[in-house]
């Protein structure tokens, strides 16, 4: 057994998740959570306009990164894996944050490109949808042909030579149904689609804060949400020529905005992981819930308890682009005559995929640890 810690520092959030990682003889991983943390720091503050990380931004990250340095330190993870994705990779000062993670936490945090940003999301997302037992490997590993790292808006096509379909895979694999997995962040969303590894995968230079700082900073008006549609819509365009949304057999939201989504959607009164996780939506209802949110007072947002207040001057444009990707996606597979009918939403995500990066080569299997 390897205790491991696995940090995901994005634009609006850092999070942390230790876990036990136990390796069975037949090499499947199985993760074991003891701390999963998340909090809202805003480092890509003002990141869209400037091209630097705001001097306060920094400030408030780092303060967590010393608190998670302890945690990791007391809880006695064995490795550490810092990765800093869509408002570090666009920032012209990103080493004085690399040097304070560095200092704080003792291991080198890695900025990483769109592309690997989607390979983890991919892989930690088998972990929680349908919550179906155990899953073939989720990281593409050297399947991959990647061109230049181009950071966010970059696509890669995979082939599927990271996929093993071996026994206690997902039902649905045999038959090849095709996962695309939306990982809706801050600063960048990534689209990966795949069965049990990647075959294309495209990282927007959008979200949910790079939204609002562009088009909704002063309210969700009639112009403004022209504009922010256009501009997803024009990402889309781009990612629909690397990634086949049209294959699309299931569509899976990951991160903040999509379980806001799906937590309203359900009428909740609080965030329960047990019903978001898994949960299966009709379109109808989550492009509904979407644009409920868009349009929603300040008072409807601080009514909820699901939404925490860091994330409510952002949500409705994350709720905007989510909207955008299941609209696109209907309208693709409606094309190909299997019109999209749900979404699932996971709460497996790029943090778990982290983790298991820190504990299996490429082309393992893993298996839910739930």
Same mark, same amino acid.
């Given at each position: 057994?390897?205790?491991?810690?696995?940090?995901?520092?994005?634009? $609006?959030?850092?999070?942390?998740?230790? /876990?036990?990682?136990?390796? @069975?003889?037949?090499?499947?991983?199985?993760?074991?959570?003891?701390?999963? #943390?998340?909090?809202?720091?805003?480092? =890509?503050?003002?990141?869209?306009?400037? =091209?630097? #990380?705001?001097?306060?931004?920094?400030?408030?990250?780092?303060?967590?990164? *010393?608190?998670?340095?302890?945690?990791?330190? +007391?809880?006695?993870?064995?490795?550490?894996?810092?990765?800093?994705?869509? %408002?570090?990779?666009?920032?012209? $000062?990103?080493?004085?944050?690399?040097?304070?993670?560095?200092?704080?936490?003792?291991?080198?945090? +890695?900025?990483? @490109?769109?592309?690997?940003?989607?390979?983890?999301?991919?892989?930690?997302?088998?972990?929680?949808?349908? !919550?179906?037992?155990?899953?073939?490997?989720?990281?593409?590993?050297?399947?991959?042909?990647?061109?230049?790292?181009?950071?966010?808006?970059?696509?890669?096509?995979?082939?599927?030579?990271?996929?093993?379909?071996?026994?206690?895979?997902?039902?649905?694999?045999?038959?090849? &149904?095709?996962?695309?997995?939306?990982?809706? =962040?801050?600063?960048?969303?990534?689209?990966?689609?795949?069965?049990? *590894?990647?075959? *294309?995968?495209?990282? &927007? $230079?959008?979200?949910?804060?790079?939204?609002?700082?562009?088009?909704? *900073?002063?309210?969700?008006?009639? %112009?403004?949400?022209?504009?922010?549609?256009?501009?997803?819509?024009?990402?889309?365009?781009?990612?629909?020529?690397?990634?086949?949304?049209?294959?699309?057999?299931?569509?899976?939201?990951?991160?903040?905005?999509?379980?806001?989504?799906?937590?309203?959607?359900?009428?909740?009164?609080?965030?329960?992981?047990?019903?978001?996780?898994? %949960?299966?939506?009709?379109?109808?209802?989550? #492009? /509904?819930?979407?644009?409920?949110?868009?349009?929603?007072?300040?008072?409807?947002?601080?009514?909820?308890?699901?939404?925490?207040?860091?994330?409510?001057?952002?949500?409705?444009? !994350?709720? #905007?682009?989510? @909207?955008?990707?299941?609209?696109?996606?209907?309208?693709?597979? %409606?094309?190909?005559?299997?019109?999209?009918?749900?979404?699932?939403?996971?709460?497996?995500?790029?943090?778990?995929?982290?983790?298991? @990066?820190?504990?299996?080569?490429?082309?393992?299997?893993?298996?839910?640890?739930?």
């Amino acid at each position: 057994m390897t205790r491991v810690a696995a940090i995901d520092c994005g634009t $609006n959030t850092i999070r942390l998740l230790v /876990a036990d990682a136990r390796v @069975s003889p037949g090499g499947a991983v199985r993760l074991v959570p003891l701390v999963r #943390l998340n909090e809202i720091v805003r480092l =890509g503050q003002g990141v869209d306009r400037t =091209g630097r #990380l705001d001097e306060a931004a920094l400030e408030r990250t780092l303060a967590v990164v *010393a608190d998670y340095a302890g945690r990791c330190r +007391e809880l006695g993870a064995q490795s550490v894996r810092f990765v800093a994705t869509s %408002a570090t990779r666009d920032a012209s $000062n990103r080493a004085v944050f690399v040097e304070g993670v560095r200092e704080l936490l003792g291991v080198e945090p +890695e900025v990483v @490109s769109g592309q690997e940003e989607a390979r983890l999301s991919f892989a930690g997302s088998l972990l929680g949808a349908d !919550g179906e037992g155990a899953f073939p490997a989720a990281d593409a590993g050297p399947g991959v042909a990647a061109g230049p790292d181009t950071g966010s808006d970059a696509g890669v096509a995979a082939g599927s030579a990271g996929a093993r379909p071996d026994a206690g895979a997902r039902p649905d694999a045999a038959v090849g &149904m095709r996962r695309l997995v939306t990982d809706l =962040g801050g600063g960048s969303t990534e689209l990966v689609l795949g069965v049990d *590894a990647p075959d *294309a995968a495209y990282s &927007m $230079n959008t979200g949910s804060v790079r939204v609002t700082e562009r088009y909704l *900073a002063d309210g969700v008006t009639p %112009a403004a949400e022209a504009a922010a549609r256009d501009h997803v819509r024009a990402l889309l365009d781009r990612a629909g020529a690397v990634v086949d949304l049209g294959a699309t057999r299931e569509l899976v939201g990951l991160a903040g905005t999509i379980t806001t989504v799906t937590a309203h959607a359900l009428g909740l009164e609080s965030f329960e992981p047990e019903a978001i996780d898994g %949960a299966r939506l009709d379109v109808g209802t989550a #492009l /509904a819930s979407c644009e409920a949110i868009v349009h929603s007072t300040a008072a409807e947002r601080e009514s909820w308890g699901y939404l925490r207040p860091g994330r409510r001057d952002v949500i409705a444009a !994350g709720a #905007l682009v989510w @909207s955008e990707v299941i609209a696109r996606v209907v309208e693709d597979t %409606a094309a190909r005559g299997h019109r999209l009918a749900h979404t699932v939403t996971s709460l497996h995500d790029i943090l778990d995929g982290i983790a298991l @990066s820190l504990v299996r080569p490429a082309g393992d299997p893993v298996v839910d640890a739930r």
